[in-house]
């Protein structure tokens, strides 16, 4: 892959009124930035569960700070590696190519939760489940066995490559029409969903001639499956847009669980001091002394660990590169991080796994989460299947106008179900749940 061709500033669905030349104090990667700030699948990440339950009288982390978070741990690190990159191609390379790599990954890493359906990751799950193992097992005979891959591997990475170039009813050719380079940058794993694994991928059938369109204008290396299945390389950026989550919701977490006293201050402080060597460790230890406040030291502890998972991811990046521009890369930066820091994160994941994923209060939002979706997955598709039924046509009705339930095809119905529960926050849903079983009825006399 080649540098030049991979930041392509051309718009999906609007390539028609392509200009490279044009001139403007904002780029049209910054562009895509504000597009997605001012939007309002955006704005609902607010009520959308991230681990926790969203907050009470602490607050908490939900997906909007958590993708606003690992923006600026994205774009931190797309520029330091655009610094580097730029002294490795100095004079083999134009001295623009790399300097809207920043720019990029910040968008797509505001972007990348877009696609989640409420209640977090179980969300995903209780939507893969109810057709792999509920009542949407019994649609299997008659979807296309690529169509019902998409189904029972729901995933929240392909859901937002679909809600940001999907044409929705009534609205505009391209979607979000985002850069092609913002787009590839958010597919995390550029293959269909016959090649999932761990119900990971990254598009759906219905938007997979648009990934290839994009996979094609940016040169992305094309690495089919067994079958003919589509498959390409990672674009680049994606390896930094990866990093930058991880990082933010392992070490993010563990602030949050701390806050809520499901970890000890001692236990937070053992584990992230771990990424430091003796001295830069006792010069974290003497700042915290000047504090007394257990959250202070943590808050602080956490910004050094950050820092320095940054700084090694770059730096993964950077030696890196020429497998990734190969497409042979194996792994993800935080693989190719030092022993140290490695190993370091491999604690804050055990400690995650064992205290903080397995909390009550996890588990309960879980359950919840699961119930809901099942339950209003089971209503809505009933509805799509006969809507000539009373009751489905009262359903069908409170379907936003945008969602297409008189698709020509059972799967186009399908997936203007999963549209509509996808994108709602825990609190809609929570409260359509309750308006559909009678709990929330109001009578007035």
């Known amino acids: 892959m080649q540098w030049p061709r ?95 790599l920043g720019d990029i990954v910040a968008a797509a890493c505001l972007a990348h939760d877009l696609g989640n359906p409420p209640f977090g990751h179980s969300g995903e799950k209780a939507i893969s489940t109810f057709f792999s193992e509920g009542a949407g097992r019994s649609l299997e005979h008659v979807l296309e066995p690529a169509r019902w891959a998409d189904l029972t591997h729901f995933e929240g990475n392909a859901n937002a490559f679909r809600v940001l170039t999907h044409q ?134 956490r910004s050094c660990v950050i820092g320095r998972l940054v700084e090694c991811c770059a730096a993964a990046f950077v030696e890196c590169e020429p497998l990734i521009m190969a497409g042979k890369m194996t792994g993800s930066l935080l693989d190719h991080i030092p022993a140290r820091e490695r190993e370091g994160y491999a604690r804050c994941n055990r400690l995650s796994c064992d205290k903080i994923y397995r909390s009550g209060d996890v588990v309960d939002i879980e359950l919840a989460g699961n119930r809901i979706i099942t339950f209003l997955l089971e209503k809505l598709t009933d509805a799509v299947l006969h809507p000539e039924l009373n009751y489905s046509r009262l359903l069908l009705a409170k379907f936003p106008d945008q969602y297409d339930v008189q698709a020509p095809t059972l799967y186009g119905r399908l997936q203007a179900v999963l549209d509509h529960v996808s994108a709602m926050t825990d609190v809609y849903a929570l409260d359509l749940y309750r308006k559909l079983n009678g709990i929330q009825l109001r009578i007035e006399n």
Request: charge should be neutral.
């Open 168 to 301: 929705f009813k009534g609205r505009r050719r391209g979607g979000f029409a985002m850069t092609y380079s913002t787009l590839a940058s958010i597919v995390k794993y550029p293959f269909e969903a016959r090649l999932a694994t761990k119900n990971k991928f990254g598009f759906f059938t219905s938007e997979l001639d648009d990934f290839v369109k994009v996979a094609g204008e940016l040169g992305l290396i094309p690495q089919p499956g067994p079958d003919g299945e589509v498959r390409y390389a990672r674009h680049p950026l994606v390896y930094i847009v990866e990093a930058a989550d991880d990082i933010c919701y392992e070490i993010m977490d563990i602030e949050d669980a701390h806050k809520l006293k499901i970890v000890s201050t001692r236990e937070v402080i053992d584990v992230m001091l771990a990424y430091f060597d003796d001295d830069r460790r006792a010069r974290i230890i003497s700042v915290m002394d000047t504090v007394s406040d257990p959250n202070e030291k943590v808050a602080y502890l």
């Open 6 to 100: 991979l930041i392509c500033d051309k718009r999906f669905g609007l390539e028609d009124y392509h200009d490279p030349h044009k001139n403007g104090i904002r780029t049209d990667f910054r562009r895509d930035y504000d597009r997605l700030v001012f939007s309002s699948p955006f704005r609902r990440l607010q009520n959308k569960t991230q681990v926790f339950p969203l907050p009470g009288s602490i607050f908490v982390h939900n997906r909007l700070t958590h993708s606003i978070e690992v923006s600026c741990v994205g774009k931190s690190m797309a520029d330091t590696v655009a610094g580097a990159l730029r002294r490795r191609y100095d004079g083999a390379e134009r001295p623009e190519t790399f300097d809207h």
